[in-house]
């Protein structure tokens, strides 16, 4: 089992013998290269299946990306460059950074309350404007 070198100073490395590649051709541009070479990469993780920590795996599951299918499987692909080693390494990395942002768990929100002096300010302000507009009505000439 080894460890994904691109992202280091990872809290939770994704483990390489966790990830199945496939090579598929790439869509956009390239000339004949596109027709020709299957430079694009399909990276498949399965959350489920992964050595990651269960609190990890939880908070990836729970996201709403449309990468992550119905039974927890990432699918990454990257064709971002006309060599499927460096799509590889762009796919392993776009893995990486979606791993690292549910790493962290949210800060709890304590709720807090509006202080009483910042309650006054906006009650005196709503008179204000309230005593503006009352201002703007009809002068009755008699």
Same mark, same amino acid.
């Given at each position: 089992?080894?460890?994904?070198?691109?992202?280091?100073?990872?809290?939770?490395?994704?483990?390489?013998?966790?990830?199945?590649? @496939?090579?598929?051709?790439?869509?956009?541009?390239?000339?004949?290269?596109?027709?020709?070479? /299957?430079?694009?990469?399909?990276?498949?993780?399965?959350?489920?299946?992964? @050595?990651?920590?269960?609190?990890?795996?939880?908070?990836?599951?729970?996201?709403?990306? #449309?990468?992550? /299918?119905?039974?927890?499987?990432?699918?990454?692909?990257?064709?971002?460059?006309? @060599?499927?080693?460096?799509?590889?390494?762009?796919?392993?990395?776009?893995? #990486?950074?979606?791993?690292? /942002?549910?790493?962290?768990?949210?800060?709890?929100?304590?709720?807090?309350?509006?202080?009483?002096?910042?309650?006054?300010?906006?009650?005196?302000?709503?008179?204000?404007?309230? #005593?503006?507009?009352?201002?703007?009505?009809?002068? /009755?000439?008699?």
């Amino acid at each position: 089992m080894t460890a994904v070198p691109a992202h280091s100073a990872s809290r939770y490395p994704v483990l390489e013998d966790e990830m199945e590649f @496939s090579a598929i051709r790439a869509q956009g541009s390239g000339g004949q290269n596109v027709n020709k070479v /299957s430079s694009a990469v399909h990276l498949r993780f399965s959350i489920p299946d992964s @050595s990651l920590p269960e609190a990890v795996k939880q908070r990836l599951l729970a996201l709403r990306d #449309q990468r992550i /299918s119905a039974d927890g499987t990432v699918i990454i692909k990257a064709q971002g460059s006309r @060599s499927q080693p460096q799509n590889k390494i762009e796919a392993i990395a776009r893995l #990486q950074a979606l791993v690292d /942002s549910v790493a962290v768990p949210p800060k709890h929100r304590k709720p807090t309350r509006p202080t009483l002096a910042s309650k006054r300010r906006r009650l005196q302000g709503k008179a204000v404007r309230g #005593q503006v507009k009352r201002l703007r009505g009809r002068v /009755s000439g008699d």
